[in-house]
């Protein structure tokens, strides 16, 4: 018999949405999962849509608490997961029909299988920019892979855990923004095995509000990754940590608000990291330029 798989989905506010991405699961080709739906404190439909299809379908849980973020809600959904492995879903997006059994299949003993995305946008879709070949690398490679911006995205979705392992590392609450990176490192950290397959079944949907959110927090994704480089100073992976805050900066500064101070401690740290930026982004003479125009107007 097929082994159980906890889907994890947290909610707040998805009346429009959360029917799409919960019968997107039920409809999987692998039956044998449990649907963990928890409801951060909505204040809309959300909660009565959900009670709706859980009398369809008894594989459906239903969990309501007090708004207490992301984080908290799938920690929750973590804590009351049954299945060997759990997957996250975002309640604005859907998977493909065999989402989980493709995933399910590339387990093995692998501790953690990534796949890609389809990323809809303004009712136009495309490909998530980060193509590879199916391959198993360790732990180390894996965080090489991560911090280099170029193979994978730290998202919670788009990837199968084991749950035993997800259970001993959770979501930082503390964090309002890139504790989906902090928890796919911790989880890597702790892992021995992990997949990477070219598979797009997963269907990532952008809207407004969620864009609106992401740019409320840029400043505390920046200092976040400022953090990672303290991390890993004086190892292996000093470098890919400052590759990535550089990224970061580069594609949150233009027409954003810092104060003096914070202007002034980016600025420091565009000119201590520009030699180690060649490796990945300045092969270009256009490179260059940008990130000298990005130095001189912080």
């Not at 404190?41 to 008894?58: A, H, L, Q, V």
């Not at 199916?134 to 090489?144: D, G, H, S």
Request: proline letters at 1%; a positive charge; one cysteine or more.
């Amino acid at each position: 018999m097929n082994k159980c798989i906890s889907v994890v989905i947290p909610m707040y506010n998805c009346k429009n949405t959360i029917e799409r991405c919960v019968n997107s699961i039920i409809c999987q080709t692998y039956e044998n999962i449990e649907i963990i739906l928890v409801d951060d404190g909505s204040t809309d439909d959300t909660y009565i849509k959900c009670n709706e299809m859980k009398k369809k379908d008894e594989r459906i849980k239903i969990i309501r608490k007090e708004n207490g973020g992301v984080s908290s809600a799938r920690n929750i959904g973590i804590k009351q997961a049954r299945g060997i492995f759990i997957t996250f879903i975002d309640a604005d997006d859907y998977i493909r029909k065999d989402y989980i059994s493709t995933l399910y299949n590339n387990m093995g003993d692998n501790d953690l299988v990534i796949s890609n995305a389809i990323i809809i946008k303004n009712n136009s879709s495309k490909k998530f920019n980060r193509l590879f070949m199916a391959r198993c690398v360790n732990y180390k490679r894996a965080v090489e892979m991560l911090l280099s911006d170029k193979f994978f995205q730290s998202t919670p979705w788009g990837k199968m855990y084991k749950t035993e392992l997800a259970k001993r590392v959770k979501f930082d609450e503390k964090m309002s923004i890139a504790e989906d990176h902090k928890f796919l490192i911790d989880y890597i950290s702790i892992s021995k095995k992990i997949k990477l397959i070219p598979f797009y079944g997963y269907i990532y949907v952008i809207n407004e509000n969620s864009l609106s959110r992401a740019n409320e927090k840029y400043k505390d994704e920046i200092f976040y990754c400022s953090d990672l480089i303290k991390k890993y100073e004086n190892t292996k992976y000093e470098k890919f940590a400052i590759n990535h805050y550089l990224n970061i900066v580069k594609s949150y500064v233009a027409g954003k608000s810092f104060s003096d101070e914070e202007k002034k401690i980016i600025k420091n740290d565009l000119i201590k990291y520009r030699r180690n930026y060649s490796i990945v982004k300045m092969n270009s003479i256009k490179e260059k330029i940008k990130y000298y125009l990005l130095i001189r107007n912080m």
